[in-house]
Nanobody, 112 residues
Framework: VQLQASGGGLVQAGGSLRLSCAAS????????VHWYRQAPGKQRELVAS???????YYSYSVKGRFTISRDNAKNTVYLQMNSLKPEDTAVYYC???????WGQGTLVTVSS
């Protein structure tokens, strides 16, 4: 399985971005997918997850602002990020825990 994350960029506080994680392989739809982020000097943290059945999880820091979704026909998971804050600045990674597959990361920078 290969994961390709995209959609990062520079945005002002209060703005929005949508990240995409495109996966190769036919097993994608059977897997939970996580989005993690890592800010400079900080540990990587779990931001959101979506199970194969569509159940979702959000960390406290992003709940109500971020939405994770998946399109199994496109083998893609999305992270819609609204009301962005400077503290959301980080490299965002997608991950399939079964097999521990990681995307290359996409940088999100939120200016104040």
């Amino acid at each position: 399985v290969q994961l390709q994350a995209s959609g990062g960029g520079l945005v002002q506080a209060g703005g929005s971005l949508r990240l995409s994680c495109a996966a190769s392989g036919s097993t994608f739809r059977a897997n939970t997918v996580h989005w993690y982020r890592q800010a400079p000097g900080k540990q990587r943290e779990l931001v959101a997850s979506i199970s194969s059945s569509g159940s979702t999880y959000y960390s406290y820091s992003v709940k109500g602002r971020f939405t994770i979704s998946r399109d199994n026909a496109k083998n893609t998971v999305y992270l819609q990020m609204n009301s962005l804050k400077p503290e959301d600045t980080a490299v965002y990674y997608c991950n399939i825990p079964q097999g521990n597959y990681w995307g290359q990361g996409t940088l999100v920078t939120v200016s104040s």
